[in-house]
């Protein structure tokens, strides 16, 4: 009897299901972060907008998500454009170049901060050695770039004192309690782990400028801009901090028209977006359609034709 229901309830599910219906995987990232809601409201855009369509929202990180999409693991992941820059060319943390990775659409900016107790002494990358260094785990998006920045400036691991930490909250915690000097993160802005350790110690973010020639020879995808001022509360002027891009990837080969059907409702839908993600408030297609040094897909790249978003560049 229990297997007669079994096969029942089996035949009930296959017959529910839409026929030629395609489960695409979608790899986000990790639990807390801002890509698990983004891709939730993606899901539901999509799975409206491409008939037969179906979404499977799964937890990732930026450096695995690429490697995800390029070995066909996921149909589309979210990535950090630094990354997806790396895995094209090869360099670590990819033990190989990633192929078949193409661009969707930029979302939003991320910005990598180096914040300092201010009365530590630290004014340039080169004043952290021998300081106590909060950072995150190995293998993080912004654990990569701290590695590359001490590199620009002549450090390596070997002359600070770095703490590994498995989170934002951590790090705080040790820059509040005296343990750690700086504290190195990406994220948006403002980030809410900044406004907390300023809420209780005098902090200064380092302007990062006199490194972005050294950073863009490592990737091609940094790009350095100045910290919008009144960013965080009592901010000194405009520090420049080193950003890059999050944006959505997808096989290259994927079908032009599904992408296209996907790029058009996401842009079509951005105010969805743009709840779940404060962040993305000022982002617009012609900022989707940027150049990040990753090529954009056939189908994406025809939406951004027709919505005149190439014009200007």
Same mark, same amino acid.
């Given at each position: 009897?229990?297997?007669?229901?079994?096969?029942?309830?089996?035949?009930?599910?296959?017959?529910?299901?839409?026929?030629?219906?395609?489960?695409?995987?979608?790899?986000?990232?990790?639990?807390?972060?801002?890509?698990?809601?983004?891709?939730?409201?993606?899901?539901?855009?999509?799975?409206?907008?491409?008939?037969?369509?179906?979404?499977? $929202?799964?937890?990732?990180?930026?450096?695995?998500?690429?490697?995800?999409?390029?070995?066909?693991?996921?149909?589309?992941?979210?990535?950090?454009?630094?990354?997806? $820059?790396?895995?094209?060319?090869?360099?670590?943390?990819?033990?190989?170049?990633?192929?078949?990775?193409?661009? +969707?659409?930029?979302?939003?900016?991320?910005?990598?901060?180096?914040?300092?107790?201010?009365?530590?002494?630290?004014?340039? +990358?080169?004043?952290?050695?021998?300081?106590?260094?909060?950072?995150?785990?190995?293998?993080?998006?912004?654990?990569?770039?701290?590695?590359?920045?001490?590199?620009?400036?002549?450090?390596?691991?070997?002359?600070?004192?770095?703490?590994?930490?498995?989170?934002?909250?951590?790090? +705080?915690?040790?820059?509040?309690?005296?343990?750690?000097?700086?504290?190195?993160?990406?994220?948006?802005?403002?980030?809410?782990?900044?406004?907390?350790?300023?809420?209780?110690?005098?902090?200064?973010?380092?302007?990062?400028?006199?490194?972005?020639?050294?950073?863009?020879?490592?990737?091609?995808?940094?790009?350095?801009?100045?910290?919008?001022?009144?960013?965080?509360?009592?901010?000194?002027?405009?520090?420049?901090?080193?950003?890059?891009?999050?944006?959505?990837?997808?096989?290259?080969?994927?079908?032009?028209?599904?992408?296209?059907?996907?790029?058009?409702?996401?842009?079509?839908?951005?105010?969805?977006?743009?709840? +779940?993600?404060?962040?993305?408030?000022?982002?617009?297609?012609?900022?989707?359609?940027?150049?990040?040094?990753?090529?954009?897909?056939?189908?994406?790249?025809?939406?951004?034709?027709?919505?005149?978003?190439?014009?200007?560049?």
């Amino acid at each position: 009897m229990r297997s007669r229901l079994f096969l029942g309830l089996a035949l009930a599910a296959t017959l529910a299901a839409p026929a030629g219906a395609e489960e695409l995987r979608m790899m986000t990232g990790p639990q807390g972060g801002s890509w698990i809601p983004l891709g939730g409201a993606l899901k539901n855009i999509w799975e409206k907008a491409v008939p037969g369509l179906s979404v499977q $929202v799964v937890p990732g990180a930026g450096v695995i998500n690429v490697r995800g999409v390029s070995a066909g693991k996921a149909g589309v992941a979210f990535a950090n454009s630094i990354s997806t $820059v790396d895995g094209l060319n090869g360099r670590a943390p990819f033990p190989q170049k990633t192929e078949n990775v193409c661009n +969707v659409g930029s979302l939003y900016p991320q910005w990598f901060q180096v914040a300092v107790l201010a009365d530590s002494g630290i004014q340039k +990358v080169e004043d952290l050695k021998g300081k106590a260094v909060a950072i995150q785990p190995r293998g993080n998006t912004a654990e990569v770039i701290t590695q590359q920045l001490l590199q620009v400036a002549g450090l390596s691991y070997d002359d600070i004192q770095p703490n590994f930490q498995t989170g934002y909250t951590d790090a +705080v915690g040790l820059m509040k309690d005296g343990h750690a000097q700086a504290f190195t993160l990406g994220t948006t802005v403002p980030a809410s782990a900044v406004m907390d350790l300023a809420s209780a110690r005098d902090i200064r973010l380092l302007d990062l400028s006199k490194y972005e020639q050294g950073m863009r020879k490592i990737n091609e995808a940094y790009r350095v801009k100045p910290l919008p001022a009144d960013t965080y509360p009592s901010q000194q002027g405009t520090p420049a901090m080193i950003t890059y891009t999050t944006h959505i990837i997808t096989q290259c080969d994927r079908d032009a028209d599904e992408v296209y059907k996907m790029t058009k409702a996401m842009w079509d839908n951005i105010g969805a977006l743009r709840n +779940v993600v404060g962040s993305m408030r000022k982002t617009d297609v012609e900022f989707g359609a940027q150049d990040i040094s990753v090529p954009m897909h056939e189908g994406a790249l025809r939406y951004y034709r027709e919505a005149n978003a190439l014009a200007k560049k």
